[in-house]
C-alpha cells in the first residue's frame, strides 16, 4: 500500500529528491565511530541551541578528531557526526532519534537540547541502551525520572536549586543590608516559567521575602513595556524575572527605558549569553541571571579560547561549558571502557569519576550535583556568584543604575 | 447514493488488518514514522469530514489537539488523574469549545473564518497558560505511561476506524446531505428548510472532539508538555495540506494525501532539513494549480477517460 502509492507519488515528479536522498546515504567512512545528534536548528529553540549545544559539538568533533579519533581496543577511531534538526517539535525529534538508532544504527547519541526534548527523547535512549548526559534539562522530578530511565544523567541542577540560588543571593544582600524584602516578581506564562515561579512563591516566603508584584505575561509578547511600569511602581527592592530569551532582553530593555533602580536586578535564561552583555555593555554591568561559570581557571580560559578558535563563536557564559562537560564524560567513557558498548559505557559513566574543564564531576544516582545557579555581569564577563558544590564564586555586587 | 459494497467492506477489513500488524513487523524509526502518518490520517479525515463538504478551509487543528494535549498534561502531572480518565475528559471539552466557537464563528464565511480559525490556536494556548499561571500553578507537565510507540499506534488506529465509520454513517445521513447542500449553495440550502448552522456546528464540534482525542494519545508519546509546542499552527496547516493533497470528497482522499506526504517529508527532513518549509510551500502550489480535487481526484479523472 505504502509502496505503491509512494510510487504514485515518485511518478509525479518529486523523483528527484527520493534519487538524492539514496545516493547521499551510500557514502560513509570506514573505520569510524558514529555518534548521532539532534537538536533545533530551527524553531523557537534555536536561538538557545545554536549558542550553547550546535558549537560545543562541533567543537568537540573537530578537537577529537584532530588528536586522531577516540583511543578504542581495536584503535582510533574517527567521529562520523550526523546530525538531524528536529525543527523544536517533539514528534519530530522522536523520529529522528529513532533514525539514528535503527537506520543510522549510530554508537552515541549526544542528548537533546532542552527539558522537554531529553524527556521525550528519554524512552528511546533507555530502550536501545544509549547513555542519555541530559545538559539542557532542569527538573524536579530527576529522582522519578532518572529511576525510570537508567541510562539517563543530569548535570544542570534543579528547579528548586535554581529558585534557591536566587534567594540565598536576596537574602545575603538583605543581611548586609543592601537591598530591603521587597521583591517584584514577574514570570512567562509558559512551562519552564511557571515551574519557577510556582517553586518561588513559597521559597521567597519562607525566608522573608515579600513578594510586593506577582504577575506573568504571554510567551513571545513583544510588549513588556505594561509588566516593568507594574514592576517599578511597586517601588520593589529587587527585580525577578522568570524569563525566556527573548523576553530577557526585551525586559532588559524596558527597565532601561523605565530606569527601574534596584539593587538587585534577576533575568533567567539566557542572561549569561556573550550576546546580552553585547547589546548592552555597561548598562548591564552586576545584573544578575541563571548559571554562571568561573571564567578563571586554566582550564575555562583553555575552554574559551579553543571554543572561539574552532567554531568562530563565543561560549555563553553557563551550559556551554556544561555541555562540552558531558560530551567530555562520554568521550573518557567510551574511552575508558574502550568499545562501543552502550551498556558498558553507561556503567562506566556510573562508577566513575570524571576530569572535566569545571573540575571532577562524579554521579550518584545519575545526577551530577555540582553546578551553578546564579551569575553576575562583573566587568563584561558573567560570572557564577552561586552554586551548588562549585569551588569559585565571586563575590555579589549591588547594581546602580543603567549607564 | 449507492449502497456499499461487499468487496468494500473486505477491502477496508483487509487494509486494517494491514495497518494493524505494522508495530509487529516495523523497526523503530519505521514505526515512528507510522505513529506520526497515523496521526495524520486521524487529524485529516476527521478534518475532511467537516471541511470536505462545506469548503470551510478551518485552521483549527492544532488548538484542539493542543486542548487534547495539554489537559491530559494537567490532569495526570499535577491533579494526579490517571491517562485514561484525561483521555475521556479531554475530547468532551474540546467538542463543548468547538460548540461555543462553532456557534460565535461559523456565521463567518470564506476568508474571515479561515483567518480566525488562524488565531484559535494561539488564542486558546494563551488562555490556558494563563489560567495555569493565574489559578492552578504547575511544576512541570509530565506524562509518564509505560506506553510504548506500538500502544499509541494501536489507539490511533483505533481512533481512525471510529473515525471511518462515523464518516461513512455522516455519508449516508441526512446530515450529510445536507452538508453537501450547504457546501454547493449554503443560501438554497436555508431555503430548503435545512438548519445550516446546527449541521455545521455538530461537524464542527465532531473535528474538535476528534483532534483532542489525538492529541491526548499524543500526549504520552512526547512525555513532557509544552503549551507552545502542542499548540502548533504548524500542525493545523500540515492537516490541511495532507487532506487537500488527498482529496476531501472521499472518506479515503486524506489517507491517500498523508502517506506519500509523510514519506517524502521524511525523505526530506533527514536528507535535507533546511528545505522542509520550501517542500511545504511547493505542496500547496501542487494543490492549487495541478490537483485542486487532490490525488483522489486525478484518480477519478483518469479512470473516467479509461472507460470513456
Known amino acids: 500500500m505504502k509502496r505503491r502509492t509512494f510510487n504514485k507519488a515518485i511518478a509525479k515528479g518529486i523523483a528527484t529528491a527520493g534519487l538524492a536522498a539514496f545516493l547521499s546515504t551510500t557514502s560513509w567512512a570506514a573505520d569510524t565511530i558514529k555518534i548521532g545528534a539532534v537538536w533545533p536548528k530551527t524553531g523557537p529553540l534555536a536561538g538557545g541551541a545554536t549558542v550553547t549545544q550546535g558549537p560545543n559539538i562541533e567543537m568537540w568533533v573537530k578537537q577529537v578528531n584532530a588528536r586522531g579519533g577516540l583511543k578504542l581496543k581495536d584503535g582510533q577511531k574517527m567521529i562520523e557526526l550526523i546530525e538531524y534538526d528536529d525543527k523544536t517539535n517533539p514528534g519530530e525529534h522522536i523520529k529522528a532519534v529513532q533514525r539514528l538508532a535503527t537506520q543510522d544504527k549510530v554508537d552515541f547519541i549526544i542528548a537533546p537540547y532542552g527539558t522537554g526534548f531529553n524527556i521525550a527523547a528519554a524512552p528511546i535512549y533507555a530502550k536501545y541502551g544509549y547513555p542519555q548526559i541530559a545538559v539542557s534539562a532542569i527538573s524536579d522530578k530527576i529522582e522519578e525520572l532518572t529511576a525510570r530511565y537508567p541510562n539517563l544523567f543530569f548535570t544542570l541542577g534543579t528547579t528548586t536549586a535554581f529558585v534557591e540560588g536566587v534567594r540565598d543571593i536576596l537574602v545575603d544582600m538583605r543581611d548586609a543590608g543592601t537591598i530591603g524584602n521587597k521583591v517584584a516578581m514577574i514570570n512567562v506564562a509558559d512551562a519552564f516559567g511557571i515551574e519557577l515561579a510556582d517553586a518561588a512563591r513559597p521559597i521567597f516566603a519562607k525566608a522573608g521575602l515579600e513578594i510586593v508584584y506577582d504577575k506573568s505575561y504571554p510567551l513571545g509578547t513583544p510588549d513588556l513595556s505594561p509588566v516593568m511600569k507594574g514592576a517599578k511602581a511597586s517601588n520593589p527592592d529587587a527585580f525577578v524575572a522568570w524569563s525566556y530569551p527573548p523576553d530577557t532582553f526585551g525586559l532588559t530593555e524596558q527597565a532601561v527605558i523605565e530606569n527601574l533602580d534596584v539593587k538587585a536586578f534577576y533575568t533567567a535564561v539566557a542572561t549569561c549569553f556573550p550576546a546580552y552583555g553585547g547589546k548592552f555593555g555597561s548598562k548591564v554591568n552586576n545584573n544578575l541571571g541563571a548559571g554562571g561559570v568561573n571564567p578563571d581557571t586554566p582550564e575555562m580560559k583553555a575552554y574559551f579560547k579553543a571554543h572561539k578558535e574552532l567554531t568562530g563563536k563565543d561560549a555563553d557564559f553557563w551550559a556551554s561549558a556544561n555541555t562540552y562537560v558531558s560530551l567530555q564524560i562520554l568521550e573518557q567513557a567510551i574511552e575508558g571502557v574502550g568499545a562501543s558498548d552502550k551498556a558498558a559505557v553507561s556503567q562506566y559513566i556510573k562508577d566513575n569519576t570524571f576530569k572535566t574543564i569545571m573540575g571532577d564531576i562524579k554521579f550518584e544516582n545519575q545526577f551530577s550535583n555540582r553546578f551553578w545557579t546564579v551569575g553576575q555581569w562583573q566587568d563584561g564577563v558573567f560570572r557564577g556568584v552561586k552554586s551548588v558544590n562549585v569551588d569559585g564564586a565571586a563575590s555579589v555586587r549591588a547594581k546602580s543604575g543603567w549607564n | ?308
Open chain 2, 1 to 308: 447514493m449507492k449502497q456499499v459494497s461487499w468487496s468494500g467492506i473486505v477491502l477496508a477489513i483487509i487494509l486494517f488488518a494491514l495497518a494493524a500488524i505494522v508495530p509487529l513487523v516495523a523497526n523503530g524509526y519505521h514505526l515512528s514514522v507510522a505513529v506520526t502518518a497515523i496521526m495524520y490520517v486521524a487529524l485529516a479525515t476527521s478534518w475532511a469530514l467537516f471541511s470536505g463538504p462545506t469548503h470551510y478551509i478551518s485552521l483549527a487543528s492544532g488548538a484542539f489537539f493542543g486542548v487534547g494535549g495539554y489537559l491530559v498534561a494537567t490532569g495526570m502531572s499535577d491533579y494526579d488523574q490517571s491517562f485514561w480518565l484525561m483521555a475521556a475528559i479531554a475530547p468532551v471539552v474540546a467538542a463543548i469549545l468547538a460548540t461555543l466557537i462553532g456557534l460565535a464563528t461559523l456565521r463567518l464565511s470564506g476568508v474571515y473564518f479561515v483567518i480566525f480559525t488562524l488565531g484559535l490556536a494561539e488564542m486558546v494556548r494563551n488562555l490556558v497558560s494563563w489560567i495555569q499561571n493565574n489559578f492552578l500553578g504547575s511544576r512541570g507537565l509530565y506524562v509518564l505511561t509505560d506506553f510504548t510507540e506500538a500502544h499509541i499506534y494501536w489507539m490511533l488506529l483505533a481512533v481512525c476506524v471510529v473515525i471511518y465509520i462515523f464518516g461513512w454513517w455522516l455519508s449516508h445521513s441526512r446530515l450529510g446531505f445536507a452538508l453537501r447542500i450547504i457546501g454547493n449553495d449554503e443560501a438554497v440550502a436555508k431555503h430548503v428548510g435545512i438548519n445550516t448552522a446546527l449541521s455545521k456546528v455538530v461537524l464542527f464540534m465532531t473535528t474538535g472532539f476528534f483532534a483532542a482525542l489525538v492529541g491526548a494519545i499524543i500526549a504520552p508519546r512526547y512525555s513532557y508538555i509544552e503549551p507552545n509546542q502542542v499548540f502548533s499552527p504548524e500542525l493545523s496547516f500540515l492537516v490541511v495540506i495532507m487532506a487537500l493533497i488527498g482529496g476531501t470528497n472521499r472518506l479515503w482522499g486524506p489517507l491517500v494525501g498523508v502517506i506519500p506526504f509523510t514519506i517524502i517529508w521524511e525523505i526530506i527532513s533527514s536528507n535535507f532539513s533546511n528545505f522542509s518549509t520550501l517542500f511545504l510551500g511547493l505542496a500547496f502550489l501542487l494543490i492549487v494549480y495541478v490537483i485542486p480535487n487532490g490525488f483522489v481526484g486525478l484518480l477519478e479523472k483518469w479512470g473516467r477517460r479509461l472507460r470513456a
